[in-house]
């Protein structure tokens, strides 16, 4: 179920504090629970904190997290009852188009024939969306966690924090504390990956200037993963150019499963109704070429703002 543990980041210049002013406006006209406070008031929420290079802070004290297992097995349940069939285990190789229509895919286990296909694929939605020969804008990029043996001195709750400056970020697991370098590195793969265990040396460097204390935690071990990035940080959510009955609903630059509750409606609405209820132009698949690339500003750019 849903834990309410909130959500800080903290804020080491001006620059960003502004950046994060404008988004904090347009989040409360939306009703969201969400403010700047000062340093000091970071502290009295996560004592450990080291704040004297702070200017200040942003906390929602509203934010929580979720299992995503649990979650997407809820969905496939409900899917289920409503009538849905569900495959695993099956890859796709193919999907037929033909009159710049889509008229279904191809499988390890046969052909299924549908009028309508989304791509959901997360930092695989590149190659799902050349099967149907469309330039999808999303590029796989790595990003470690570790994670250390029960450390109680750190005492909980510990909200999710974001260091801005350095993109560390740490909460607490139970007993444990989860910490991440915030790294975005292309690894060139979309499905496959590895662990580099050298970054634990710079996540460690970053958490002990933010969290002093961790300096007598030991790490336990480790994951790392793939998030799907966009060149402008905003998700593809619509309609592909070019192919009828072609969705895309991707790069979610690895907050998806944050926004999937609206995201599986919305693209609902759109198949059912021919268009959604919401003004989702920001997300348009058009508004990019097929020459799209990341800019330099995501390797040091912290996510989750």
């Given amino acids: 179920g849903f834990k309410q543990i909130g959500y800080l980041f903290l804020v080491s210049d001006e620059k960003a504090l502004r950046g994060f002013e404008t988004r904090i406006a347009l989040q409360k006209r939306f009703g969201v629970d969400v403010r700047v406070i000062t340093p000091k008031d970071a502290q009295a929420i996560v004592p450990a904190l080291r704040v004297d290079d702070l ?20 969905f496939a349940k409900r899917a289920r009852e409503l009538g849905a069939g569900i495959v695993e285990g099956v890859e796709v190789t ?15 286990q ?16 590149a190659r799902v969306g050349r ?31 974001t260091d801005h400056a350095s993109s560390f970020y740490f909460r607490k697991e139970m007993e444990q504390v989860l910490l991440s370098p915030g790294d975005v590195e ?36 480790g994951w790392a993963g793939l998030r799907p990035l966009t060149p402008d940080d905003h998700a593809i959510l619509g309609p592909a150019p070019g192919v009828e009955g072609f969705f895309l609903a991707v790069g979610f630059g690895g907050h998806g499963f944050q926004h999937s509750p609206m995201t599986g409606r919305m693209v609902a609405e759109w198949i059912l109704d021919g268009k959604p209820s919401m003004d989702l132009s920001l997300f348009n698949p058009a508004r990019f070429g097929k020459d799209a690339r990341l800019g330099d500003a995501h390797k040091d750019k912290p996510d989750a703002e």
């Avoid at 970053?206 to 935690?217: G, Q």
């Fill in 131 to 161: 099967l149907a020969g469309v330039s999808v804008a999303v590029f796989p990029r790595r990003r470690h966690i570790f994670f250390t043996e029960p450390f109680p001195e750190l005492p909980g709750p510990v909200p999710l924090t």
């Fill in 94 to 108: 193919a999907i037929d188009v033909a009159g710049g229509k889509v008229r279904g895919v191809r499988t390890t």
């Fill in 186 to 221: 292309d690894i060139g793969q979309d499905q496959i990956v590895p662990m580099d265990w050298a970054k634990l040396d710079e996540t460690v460097t970053k958490a002990v200037h933010r969290l002093p204390l961790i300096e007598r935690a030991k790490i336990s071990g």
């Fill in 110 to 125: 046969g052909e299924i024939a549908s009028p309508v296909v989304v791509n959901a694929a997360g930092p695989t939605a």
């Fill in 55 to 74: 200017i200040a802070a942003v906390w929602g004290p509203q934010d929580g997290l979720a299992g995503p297992a649990e979650v997407t097995q809820g």
